[in-house]
């Protein structure tokens, strides 16, 4: 199985949206609405922060929402903060019954 | 609340078997409907699913390490296990345990990850 597609950094100012997109194919991200995102600080064991394509969590802040279209999800971070800047991964379910992340996403606060 | 925490051999030499344990804490690993799953980091780089066991026994496993992988569960215990057969350097990562709440990658929570080095 081969691992989900996103891009290796994104950065923004302090207030501003970023998204963060995750592509895979119609047996991974396109096939089922199972997508999670996750961030990690270093050092840090990832914390879940969004399920099923556009749930979160009790106590994840509504600035982060998920979305998904064909093979690609996205996560958006709106009213971007310093204490965003951390790694991203996502992962899917897959028509094969195992689980794929994506390689992962730096997110720098400007 | 649920809270995770793997422990073992922070050094493993080349072809031998890397084993850890995960306890589980706070919550009963035999509650229906997780998944209970080993996932690692390699360094420097992302997240690699290793494989999940449901209460009953029932495991999944990555095609990829899928010949040299084994997990298994102690209910009585609340903890669950992970066997990785033949490592190499490649196997150097930091490995965690978590929670699947239903089986289809929604990961939480995590255990805070140990790291395993395998060198002579």
């Known amino acids: 199985q081969s691992a989900l597609t996103q891009p290796a950094s994104v950065s923004g100012s302090p207030g501003q949206s970023i998204t963060i997109s995750c592509t895979g194919t119609n047996s991974d991200v396109g096939g089922h609405n199972y997508v999670s995102w996750y961030q990690q600080y270093p050092g840090k064991a990832p914390k879940l922060i969004i399920y099923?394509?556009?749930n979160r969590p009790s106590g994840v802040s509504n600035r982060f929402s998920g979305s998904k279209s064909g093979n690609t999800a996205s996560l958006t971070i709106s009213g971007l903060q310093a204490e965003d800047e951390a790694d991203y991964y996502c992962?899917?379910?897959?028509?094969?019954?195992?689980?794929?992340f994506g390689g992962g996403t730096e997110l720098t606060v400007l | 609340q649920v809270q995770l925490q793997e422990s073992g051999p922070g050094l493993v030499k080349p072809s031998q078997t890397l084993s850890l344990t995960c306890t589980v804490s706070g919550g009963s690993i035999s509650s229906a409907g997780y998944y209970w799953t080993w996932i690692r980091q390699l360094p420097g780089k992302g997240l690699e699913w290793i494989g999940y066991?449901?209460?009953?026994?029932?495991?999944y496993y990555n095609p990829s390490l899928k010949s040299r992988l084994t997990i298994s569960v102690d209910t009585s215990k609340n903890q669950f296990y992970l066997k990785l057969s033949s490592v190499t350097a490649a196997d150097t990562a930091v490995y965690h345990c978590?929670?699947?709440?239903?089986?289809?990658?929604?990961?939480?929570?995590w255990g805070q990850g140990t790291l395993v080095s395998v060198s002579s």
């Open positions: 978590a929670r699947d709440v239903g089986g289809f990658g929604s990961f939480d929570p």
């Open positions: 066991i449901y209460y009953s026994g029932s495991t």
């Open positions: 992962s899917s379910y897959t028509s094969s019954t195992t689980l794929v």
């Open positions: 099923e394509v556009t």
